[in-house]
Structure formats: C-alpha cells, structure tokens
C-alpha cells in the first residue's frame, strides 16, 4: 500500500540547513497497522508528514497502492488526499463552529457526496466511534476524547486507504486514550490500513509491527505479539 524510497527531507533557515529525514526506505502492506517511534526529534511527524502528503520532500520517491505521488501536480496530489487518505491529529482540527456531525459531512460535501448521502454516512460513523448522543454538539461542548472521537469519524467517513495519526492520544488521559486505541483496534480488525505515530509504548502495543527512527533513521523494526 505505502512504499518509500530514498526519502530526504532538509529544512532551510537563511544559510541554515537541518537535515531531518536521511534517505528512508519503508514499506506498508494493505491492512496493516504500524506504530512509528522515536524520541522526540527524531523526525516521527516529519516522515509521516511526508508520506502522506502533507508535505514536499527534498528527495526520494513516495508511491501509495502503486501510484508514483511524485508525479501528481499540487491539485492531483490534493485530490488524492481528499478522496483517498484520512487523518488524525493530536489537536483533533476540528472546526469550532461546526457541530460534530457536520465537522464529519464536510468533507463528504467537499468530494461532491449529496448531502443527504454525506450526513447520513457522518451520523453512522459517528455511531461507529460511540457519539450518537453528541451529534449536535459543538467541539466546545465536548471533552477531549469525544473530540478525538470527532475527528476519526471524519477521518474514516469516505473509506480512506490508509489512515494516518500524529500522535493521536497525546493531549488525552488514560481512558480516552484507551478508548481511541480499541477504536483504532477495531478499525485494523476491518481491514484499515493504519500508519501512526506515538511516543508511548504501551499503546504502540495495540500494532503489527513498530518502526523505530533515530536522527532521520530507520534503526530497527519489530513485530508486535499477539
């Protein structure tokens, strides 16, 4: 699903140049769910920012389900994104004056769904994350976990192809992050292809397999038992 050659990433300050990603070769296979790891700047976001087309590497070659992304213009590769990835963030990016369901319609809307296709796939999503009770509510009207909850269901509405997460239980205690890890469990046992960064190990658990990276590196993977 995901393969990744050579990639580099350099960032320009003036004269100045940070040399984050140094040439990472990675690949995911459909349906698998990978924790990313790695002690902070190590390049964690950075990488996923890049493979999933977020951002512009310096070098190297990003192909998802057989598709070269280098090769896509700004609006193929921003097309690409809408129609064919979903993402979680660790501050939810939630639109403060948009109700949880519409939060999740919008980008339905914004691919040409109907509407009354689009909120009646955001409705059984956000049933599918445990929210039926909180269609209505504003972002401010709900807690950081319910939040979180907001944000996969939006992420997950148009059957993405892969899922990526930015360190998505960062800013939640120990509950809503349990909870947010058996959704992403559930979503993994569906056939989700999951890519996810996190910097705690015991929820890197909930993986296949775990990817470690160390000044722009790749240093070592494992596989998750059972």
């Known amino acids: 699903m995901i393969q990744?050659?050579?990639?580099?990433?350099?960032?320009?300050?003036?004269?100045?140049?940070?040399k984050v990603l140094k040439g990472i070769d990675f690949e995911a296979g459909s349906g698998e769910f990978i924790a990313i790891m790695?002690?902070?700047?190590?390049?964690?976001?950075?990488?996923l920012y890049q493979m999933s087309l977020l951002d512009?590497?310096?070098?190297?070659?990003?192909?998802?389900d057989g598709?070269?992304?280098?090769?896509?213009?700004?609006?193929?590769?921003?097309?690409?994104?809408?129609?064919?990835?979903?993402?979680?963030?660790?501050d939810y990016a939630l639109l403060p004056e948009l109700t949880a369901l519409e939060n999740v319609a919008l980008p339905l809307l914004m691919q040409g769904v109907s509407e009354k296709k689009a909120y009646s796939r955001a409705t059984e999503h956000l049933v599918k994350v445990g929210l039926e009770k909180r269609l209505n509510n504003l972002p401010s009207k709900l807690s950081g976990g319910e939040q979180q909850r907001v944000s996969i269901a939006r992420a997950i509405a148009h059957d993405p192809k892969i899922l990526f997460a930015d360190e998505p239980t960062a800013n939640l205690d120990n509950e809503s992050s349990r909870v947010i890890m058996e959704i992403f469990k559930d979503l993994h046992k569906e056939g989700q292809?999951?890519?996810?960064?996190?910097?705690?190990?015991?929820?890197?658990k909930y993986t296949e397999r775990i990817v470690?990276?160390?000044?722009?590196?790749?240093?070592?993977?494992?596989?998750?038992?059972?």
């Open 4 to 18: 990744v050659k050579n990639l580099t990433k350099t960032f320009k300050d003036g004269e100045n140049e940070t």
């Open 56 to 64: 512009e590497p310096t070098t190297g070659n990003i192909f998802i």
């Open 67 to 90: 598709k070269d992304t280098s090769a896509m213009s700004i609006i193929e590769k921003t097309s690409f994104r809408l129609k064919e990835l979903g993402y979680v963030f660790q």
């Open 212 to 226: 470690h990276l160390n000044d722009g590196k790749i240093v070592s993977e494992e596989k998750v038992l059972p």
């Open 193 to 204: 292809t999951i890519v996810m960064v996190t910097h705690e190990v015991e929820y890197s």
């Open 38 to 47: 790695g002690r902070s700047g190590a390049g964690k976001s950075t990488f």
